[in-house]
């Protein structure tokens, strides 16, 4: 009797840790999707030049741009309606933005110089055929 109880106890007790390591998990799960959520609002910035499309865990959406930044919580203000609406990071299943960033600015810059290089250097070619 006593060997079939403590086998009884040690099945629920796996059991048991099954089920906890599993919410444990997804509680992990949640906390890195919220970190990732956070470093893709700190990198689109705040601005109206910045637009941005936001899809909720309750299947809402919201577009516009983002007008303040905090440590558990950001502000999306609408474009046509200025609406301001506060959006908790943990209920943000997807964001997209179109801001560039700094790298972008600068290839776009680099590409822009060196074709009016090209043009100048082709240019001096056919005007001075000596020189």
Avoid: H
């Amino acid at each position: 009797m006593t060997r079939k109880m403590s086998s009884i106890i040690v099945a629920c007790l796996l059991a048991l840790s099954i089920v906890a390591e599993q919410n444990v998990w997804a509680a992990e799960k949640d906390t890195r999707l919220s970190k990732k959520v956070r470093a893709a609002v700190l990198e689109l910035g705040t601005g109206q030049t910045t637009r941005v499309y936001i899809k909720l865990r309750d299947k809402t959406r919201l577009t516009g741009y983002i007008t303040e930044i905090g440590e558990s919580s950001f502000v999306v203000t609408d474009l046509t309606s200025a609406e301001a609406t506060t959006v908790s990071y943990p209920d943000v299943v997807q964001v997209k933005g179109n801001n560039l960033s700094t790298g972008a600015k600068i290839a776009i810059a680099a590409a822009i110089i060196a074709g009016v290089a090209i043009v100048l250097y082709i240019v001096k070619g056919a005007f001075c055929d000596g020189c």
